[in-house]
T-cell receptor, first 112, second 111 residues
């Protein structure tokens, strides 16, 4: 099992550009989520999904969209990047009976 | 909303010594807690967990203590090694699959 795979690992965007952060898991986990990690702050939940076709907002959803067409994939879209979205983004998944998240290795995004 | 905080942002210990990392939580209804380790440039990794009906749980070289009276968690690492250098943070489950994460303590092991 590869676990949770995130791409790209690094990205630089100009203000106003759009992009999609990819996340895929091969553990058949129903629950997937996106977090952002900023210096001096804990992980903050952006969006989450409890299964294919179902998504919901977390603590800081503004500026981000998600979709969950399959169990495996949970992409995060930035429609119009802003410097405030400079952060490290983590995707995580959680399976039935598994109480701890499995995290991806992160995407470091810089918006200039 | 609820938040999880840590008492110390940084901790330096000599190799071979024991390390203690603390965490305060504010939601008395939280029923499950996890400690994560995050090495530089990597995602957080599960270390150990504890349910609210327990006050102590031991793993390999790690022990988590839970004091519900004062809403406090601690992570003890025995015989700290250079490979233990990382950021450690706790997480509390507040509802369903939703967790709140602390800001983290940076542990540096001095050889």
């Amino acid at each position: 099992n590869a676990g949770v795979t995130q791409t790209p690992k690094f990205q630089v965007l100009k203000t106003g550009q759009s992009m999609t952060l990819q996340c895929a898991q091969d553990m058949n986990h129903e629950y997937m989520s996106w977090y952002r990690q900023d210096p001096g702050m804990g992980l903050r939940l952006i969006h989450y999904s409890v299964g294919a076709g179902i998504t919901d907002q977390g603590e800081v959803p503004n500026g981000y969209n998600v979709s969950r067409s399959t169990t495996e994939d949970f992409p995060l879209r930035l429609l119009s990047a802003a410097p405030s979205q400079t952060s490290v983004y983590f995707c995580a998944s959680l399976g039935q009976g598994n109480y701890g998240y499995t995290f991806g290795s992160g995407t470091r995004l810089t918006v200039v | 909303g609820e938040s999880v905080g840590l008492h110390l942002p940084t901790l330096s210990v000599q190799e071979g010594d024991n390390s203690i990392i603390n965490c305060a939580y504010s939601n008395s209804a939280s029923d499950y807690f996890i400690w994560y380790k995050q090495e530089s440039g990597k995602g957080p990794q599960f270390i150990i967990d504890i349910r609210s009906n327990m006050d102590k749980r031991q793993g390999q070289r790690v022990t988590v203590l839970l004091n519900k009276t004062v809403k406090h968690l601690s992570l003890q690492i025995a015989a700290t090694q250079p490979g233990d250098s990382a950021v450690y943070f706790c997480a509390e489950r507040v509802t369903g699959n939703q967790f709140y994460f602390g800001t983290g303590t940076s542990l540096t092991v001095i050889p």
